[in-house]
């Protein structure tokens, strides 16, 4: 029996990279317009981020967001896909996948820069030379 293998667990459909970036949002509801949380990004993909925040919020939130990364302000609408919480320095702290909803085509071509230029960075192993 020949079998195929599929393609590994660990490629993903869009790129991604670890990245700590400036991020703005807000939670969109109908009632009233809700204020600006400032946090990071943790891992900035082709199709979301994840940020960590002390904000509780459920999966199918939506968010309208800011990324800042140089003079660039990127934004963008997205919704909590998946959530993860865990107590970091005595503090509770959530984690959230945040897929994009809406966001333009520029945006979208300006984080695939951003991926690109952080994926073309050398390792830094902390080793130094002789």
Excluded: C
């Amino acid at each position: 029996m020949n079998l195929r293998q599929g393609p590994l667990i660990s490629e993903r459909r869009y790129p991604r990279v670890d990245q700590e970036l400036p991020l703005l949002f807000r939670v969109l509801l109908p009632e009233k317009e809700k204020e600006w949380i400032s946090t990071e990004t943790k891992i900035l993909g082709g199709g979301g981020i994840s940020v960590t925040s002390t904000l509780s919020l459920p999966v199918g939130t939506f968010l309208h967001a800011k990324l800042k990364y140089y003079a660039r302000v990127i934004e963008f609408t997205g919704e909590i896909v998946w959530t993860e919480n865990g107590v970091v320095d005595g503090i509770l702290q959530n984690r959230y996948g945040i897929s994009f909803t809406q966001i333009s085509q520029d945006s979208l071509l300006a984080i695939h820069d951003i991926i690109d230029q952080f994926k073309r960075r050398p390792i830094q192993t902390g080793l130094k030379r002789a």
